[in-house]
Nanobody, 122 residues
Framework: QVQVAESGGGLVQPGGSLRLSCAAS????????MGWYRQALGKPRELVAT???????TYADSVKGRFTISRDSAKNTVYLQMNSLKPEDTAVYYC????????????????WGQGTQVTVSS
């Protein structure tokens, strides 16, 4: 019902930047919250940043001041600008679309993308 697709991952040197994009598709009327999560090898998935339809944002302490989340609600797209990347930012980054209102069904909660790999290494 809701498809979520991330793009923009890759290999970057420490101190570098990357921009991730995520687009949600389907018969979408609105999306309440979109966010980014990440999972490093051998670790649980953790929140990176979220943004609501009203523009309120939350960030993990580990990325505050370095990462910026933004969204284009008209395009059902969310972005994550990552600056000053560190090796510990290496992970698979997942996009989430939550409380999605569709034209044909009640709300859909917790739609995930397949993830995009971000590797920070010299």
């Amino acid at each position: 019902q809701v498809q979520v697709a991330e793009s923009g991952g890759g290999l970057v040197q420490p101190g570098g930047s990357l921009r991730l994009s995520c687009a949600a598709s389907g018969s979408i009327v609105s999306i309440e919250t979109m966010g980014w999560y990440r999972q490093a090898l051998g670790k649980p998935r953790e929140l990176v940043a979220t943004i609501t339809s009203g523009g309120s944002t939350t960030y993990a302490d580990s990325v505050k001041g370095r990462f910026t989340i933004s969204r284009d609600s008209a395009k059902n797209t969310v972005y994550l600008q990552m600056n000053s990347l560190k090796p510990e930012d290496t992970a698979v980054y997942y996009c989430n679309a939550d409380r999605v209102k569709l034209t044909t069904t009640p709300f859909v909660f917790g739609s995930w993308g397949q993830g995009t790999q971000v590797t920070v290494s010299s």
